[in-house]
């Protein structure tokens, strides 16, 4: 089936440092991407929608300039946490949308990062 | 914006019992997505549903779609200790395309 490979599984860096995070769809083409962001026992916030070709659509209150957001090709999207601070500490996971061979569709998730800003 | 309610927020419950967990959202949804989620690990595909009404199963799990597309539920029967985790739904947007996600149902399995 389709599978989202993010890396790394899990990051530490210092406080002022940057962070980037990576989402390659193995056997499909991703044309889109999103970028969740979950802190302990919560669920999933959609934080970004990263298109091929094309500026990331941010979601309200998530600042574009700290979290940029690349998507190169059709099957890598990248997470790139700028100038992190501890408040930045979370489990981010990325998705891509998936079709059957009908009209059906759902959403492969990739592993996630767990990101500890120290 | 959109909101998903899911409950219960928690279960804790003996291997063999049955398990329901239901969403309600406050408008329709096209599609809705039940997931599994384990430490340290991103949320699993279980049950997709895609019509109305439309109930369907996955092994020891069923999942329906409500009639008024605003709301789901979730059914484990015959739990076992690696059904513990973390349930979620989610409602699909058909206008924005974005996955709208519930606050999740925590559930433990004591054997």
């Known amino acids: 089936g389709a599978v989202v490979s993010q890396h790394p599984s899990w990051v530490i860096c210092k406080s002022g440092t940057s962070v980037k995070i990576e989402c390659r769809s193995l056997?499909?083409?991703?044309?889109?991407m999103f970028w969740y962001r979950q802190f302990p026992k919560q669920s999933l916030m959609l934080m970004a929608t990263?298109?091929?070709?094309?500026?990331?659509?941010?979601e309200q209150g998530v600042e574009k300039d700290k979290f940029l957001i690349n998507h190169a090709s059709l099957t890598l999207s990248t997470l790139t946490v700028t100038s992190a601070h501890p408040e930045d500490s979370s489990f981010y996971i990325c998705?891509?949308?998936?079709?059957?061979?009908?009209?059906?569709?759902?959403?492969?998730f990739g592993s996630g990062t767990r990101l500890t800003v120290v | 914006g959109q909101q998903l309610n899911q409950s219960p927020q928690s279960m804790f419950i003996q291997e063999g019992e049955d398990v329901s967990m239901n969403c309600t959202s406050s408008?329709?949804?096209?599609?809705w997505l039940w997931y599994k989620q384990e430490p340290g690990e991103g949320p699993v595909l279980l049950i997709a549903?895609?019509?109305?009404?439309e109930l369907t199963s996955n092994g020891r799990l069923t999942a329906q779609f409500g009639i008024t597309r605003k709301d789901s539920f979730l059914n484990i029967s015959a739990s076992i200790p690696s059904d513990v985790g973390i349930y979620f739904c989610?409602?699909?947007?058909?206008?924005?395309?974005?996955?709208?996600f519930g606050q999740g149902t925590t559930l433990q399995v004591k054997p």
């Open positions: 998705s891509a949308p998936i079709w059957d061979s009908g009209p059906h569709y759902g959403y492969t």
């Open positions: 056997d499909f083409q991703a044309t889109t």
């Open positions: 990263s298109n091929e070709g094309s500026k990331a659509t941010y």
């Open positions: 408008s329709i949804f096209n599609t």
């Open positions: 549903l895609y019509k109305a009404g």
């Open positions: 989610a409602g699909h947007d058909g206008n924005t395309g974005k996955l709208i």
